[in-house]
């Protein structure tokens, strides 16, 4: 199948640094390769070059990754779907220009939309997209690509990962010794002489994050954290804010979930986080067992795939 991406034109694709859809998207061009499908990515902030050169490569399928297109969506001659990965997109109150810039825009255009979470889909549902344009995609990653060790070298340590700024509360979990921080910093408040491991590059990431004992993600703002199932994929637990669980099996006890009343309560979280760290040292095959299922491959079978033949056949003109 011929697949088209269309990235938000920002930053490269593959990035050099910071990047999460970037990152995404190549990851997922890598990973539809593998399975003998042909994709090309398209990244531009001109508009015009996007049409030219869908049209140019005359896909089966396109899939939008940057939902500020939206308004690109009607001019898109081939079966077509589009994704957000804004970190409130399940909460309106804070979704400030972004509402009328992008998300005000759903109801009319109802564009066939793949939904990383249960979560989104009801937040487009209840703004009046229908059922039958919503499919849920969740993310995927390639989980041998993660070095897994049963013998951390920082066994007492816990790591944060993400970009450092006021929505991840870096600043705010400083007052944890045992965590240790890895981003680009975008919050003057964080103290980069502690505990501050620079921005590291994916590369980096695959091979050093299962040297740590968890993840921590304390936010008040995600979709589907990517970053959740690469600590899963290094054999590392979670403890994780309750805006980040989807797609997450929360009957798990390596997977710990910080509620909404407790997400300012800093020696609560610091004591979570150390309960999860214990647990998980010792659970470190069973992580990685249950992060296989985040696979790629299986994501792309179970989900992508099916979702994108489906978009196809309602695209099909009528013989009647």
């Not at 944060?160 to 003057?188: M, P, T, Y």
């Amino acid at each position: 199948m011929k697949i088209l991406f269309v990235g938000p034109g920002l930053l490269p694709i593959p990035p050099e640094g910071w990047g999460g859809i970037e990152h995404l998207v190549w990851d997922m061009k890598l990973a539809l390769n593998k399975l003998d499908h042909d994709v090309k990515i398209v990244n531009t902030t001109n508009p015009k070059e996007i049409i030219y050169e869908i049209n140019t490569y005359r896909p089966d399928f396109v899939h939008v990754q940057y939902d500020d297109w939206i308004l690109l969506y009607p001019y898109i001659q081939y079966p077509c779907a589009i994704s957000t990965h804004f970190a409130y997109i399940e909460q309106p109150q804070k979704m400030g220009g972004y509402k009328q810039r992008v998300f005000d825009h759903y109801p009319d255009v109802k564009p066939n939309i793949f939904a990383l979470s249960d979560g989104i889909i009801k937040s487009y549902r209840d703004v009046g997209v229908p059922d039958d344009k919503l499919f849920l995609t969740p993310n995927g990653l390639d989980v041998n690509a993660y070095r897994f060790t049963d013998k951390p070298k920082y066994p007492n340590r816990s790591i944060c990962i993400g970009k450092i700024e006021d929505r991840k509360k870096q600043h705010f979990l400083q007052a944890v010794d045992s965590l240790w921080f890895a981003g680009n910093i975008a919050d003057a408040r964080f103290n980069q002489s502690k505990n501050y491991l620079g921005e590291l590059p994916k590369s980096k990431i695959k091979t050093d994050l299962t040297d740590y004992g968890n993840l921590v993600l304390v936010s008040d703002g995600e979709v589907h954290p990517r970053v959740c199932t690469e600590a899963l994929a290094a054999g590392l637990g979670v403890v994780i804010s309750e805006c980040g669980i989807a797609n997450l099996d929360l009957d798990k006890k390596f997977i710990t979930v910080i509620p909404d009343d407790k997400i300012d309560d800093i020696e609560y979280i610091e004591s979570q986080i150390k309960l999860n760290r214990d647990f998980s040292i010792q659970h470190r095959h069973d992580i990685l067992e249950y992060a296989r299922q985040f696979d790629w491959d299986n994501i792309i079978e179970k989900y992508y795939i099916p979702s994108i033949n489906e978009i196809k056949t309602q695209n099909v003109p009528s013989t009647t």
